[in-house]
């Protein structure tokens, strides 16, 4: 099966040089260790053990294979090559970071983080920037937050913050 428009379509890593961005690690967000320093004296324990309580409890989350994982699909009527820019700006600029970027037979796949807060540890997320030719372009966003069976919104609220952000980038270009 062959792809026609793959040849017409601009490269990810055409706009990155282009916009002179390099993929880099994503924000970290706050240390475990800033945000046990908050909570240990809120259930009356030593931040050190409040620490260890915290760090044990995620480990067996992960070795329970808990996760947190939510998907965001959207739809733009802006062509491919602006979706695309868009993203790699929004990314790059938010929170999330850009930490791989790779083109694919249908559009390009965007990876970043999800920085660790008060609520959660940190996580990953993954943008599916797919080419629809002259019905647009669709985006399907991905969060993983492991260890966690619930993260309270984090990772659907990271998906449509930067979906949102990449959608005014659009209308610029």
Known sequence: MSDSGKSDRISVQDILAEQGIRTASAASGDSKSTITTGLAGGADMSKGDFLGVVLVGEQLG??????????VTRHFRDPYDIVLKAMV??????????TAATDT?????????????????????EFDVVDLGQDGTEVI?????KGQM???????RTLNGVL?????MARRL
């Open 62 to 71: 992960k070795g329970l294979g808990l996760s947190s994982k939510k998907e």
């Open 89 to 98: 700006l929004a990314m790059s600029a938010g929170d999330t970071g850009l």
């Open 105 to 125: 037979r249908r559009g390009a796949i965007l990876m970043g983080g999800m920085p660790s807060d008060i609520l959660s540890t940190g996580g990953r997320v």
């Open 141 to 145: 966003g991905a969060s993983e937050i």
């Open 150 to 156: 619930f993260a309270w919104g984090k990772g659907k």
């Open 164 to 168: 949102d952000e990449a959608e005014r």
